[in-house]
């Protein structure tokens, strides 16, 4: 079964950074890794997602030039380095996993598979 494990979240003053992490307990069926977000009383947004074989990556516009998706050389972790934040960018952070291979990346029903979620808070 697979399961995905978050880490990295916290409290960080804006314009500071963090790093999430996301590991994936059996990728053998998974194409794509990414990353949603979501505050109290909006929708869940895309936030990034990243091709296991191949390391291309897909943004978010609310993200793009700030956040950085990368892979381990297993492509089983993947992390999301978030640079220059932003209050706006308080959200519980989910790790998503997709076994699609013609996905839509923002599309939350191309991604079968969620982690629980970690807390990030941006102080301003």
């Known amino acids: 079964q697979v399961q995905l494990v978050e880490s990295g979240g916290g409290l960080v003053q804006a314009g500071g950074s963090l790093r999430l992490s996301c590991t994936c307990s059996?990728?053998?069926?998974?194409?794509?890794m990414g990353w949603f977000r979501q505050a109290p009383g909006k929708e869940r947004e895309f936030v990034g997602t990243?091709?296991?074989?191949?390391?291309?990556?897909y943004y978010g516009d609310s993200v793009k030039g700030r956040f950085t998706i990368s892979k381990d050389n297993t492509a089983d972790t993947i992390y999301l380095q978030m640079n220059s934040l932003k209050p706006e960018d308080t959200a519980v952070y989910y790790c998503?996993?997709?076994?699609?291979?013609?996905?839509?990346?923002?599309?939350?029903?191309?991604?079968?598979?969620w982690g629980q979620g970690t807390q990030v808070t941006v102080s301003s």
């Open positions: 998503a996993a997709s076994p699609v291979w013609a996905i839509s990346p923002a599309s939350t029903s191309d991604y079968y598979y």
């Open positions: 059996d990728t053998f069926t998974i194409y794509y």
């Open positions: 990243i091709k296991r074989n191949n390391g291309i990556t």
